[in-house]
């Protein structure tokens, strides 16, 4: 099992930055990515950004730019660096690993990116 807590979300108004952190913890090892994604009211669930155990990075094409995941292993933690959000940032923003066969989640954490 893999744990994952997320720390860092809140209240920003657009143009402004926030990050994200995701503090991994239980069977960390053989961890093949690990990512964030977000939710919004009403839609779907989708891909930021991810970052492969061997430092291979992708994002969604909303967030190229303007935002940055990166890792410190010592730590076992992954964050998500946010510049110049803009109000359709605004969702649940959750931490997600994969390892093996199997996915892990957060409990999410909660951004919200005033007009």
């Known amino acids: 099992q893999v744990q994952l807590v997320e720390s860092g979300g809140g209240l920003v108004q657009a143009g402004g930055s926030l990050r994200l952190s995701c503090a991994a913890s239980?069977?960390?090892?053989?961890?093949?990515?690990m990512g964030w994604y977000r939710q919004a009211p009403g839609k779907q669930r989708e891909l930021v950004a991810r970052?492969?155990?061997?430092?291979?990075?992708n994002y969604a094409d909303s967030a190229k730019g303007r935002f940055t995941i990166s890792r410190d292993n010592a730590k076992h933690t992954v964050y998500l660096q946010m510049n110049s959000l803009k109000p359709e940032d605004t969702a649940v923003y959750y931490c997600?690993?994969?390892?093996?066969?199997?996915?892990?989640w957060g409990q999410g954490t909660q951004v919200t990116v005033s007009s």
């Open positions: 997600n690993a994969l390892r093996g066969g199997n996915e892990y």
């Open positions: 239980g069977s960390i090892f053989s961890i093949n990515a």
């Open positions: 970052i492969t155990s061997r430092g291979t990075t």
